[in-house]
């Protein structure tokens, strides 16, 4: 597996809504960001999953190195 791409050095906030599943852009290939749009075929990657339990604010990580996937942890500032 490759490294993933950084889509931007900074989180995308997204309105999540309860009950409602989201499907996070690991690889960074996505031109949908934070989420997939299929562009990770052949690259090893896949996406992940969230599933929001209440409707809330979120930070999607796009840099794609967060330890915290899919949420942001900061970690885009050390790139
Ligand atoms: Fe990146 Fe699907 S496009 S995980």
């Given at each position: 597996m490759s490294e993933p791409?950084?889509?931007a050095k900074a989180p995308a906030k997204v309105?999540?809504?309860a009950g409602k599943t989201?499907?996070?852009c690991r690889c960074g290939r996505s031109k949908a960001q934070?989420?997939?749009d299929g562009?990770?075929?052949g690259t090893?990657?896949?996406p992940m999953e969230y599933k929001a339990e209440?409707?809330?604010q979120v930070y999607f990580c796009q840099c794609k190195h967060t330890a915290n996937a899919p949420l942001c942890d900061g970690k885009?500032?050390?790139l």
């Amino acid at each position: 597996m490759s490294e993933p791409v950084i889509a931007a050095k900074a989180p995308a906030k997204v309105d999540v809504q309860a009950g409602k599943t989201y499907w996070w852009c690991r690889c960074g290939r996505s031109k949908a960001q934070p989420f997939c749009d299929g562009s990770h075929k052949g690259t090893g990657f896949e996406p992940m999953e969230y599933k929001a339990e209440e409707d809330r604010q979120v930070y999607f990580c796009q840099c794609k190195h967060t330890a915290n996937a899919p949420l942001c942890d900061g970690k885009h500032n050390g790139l």
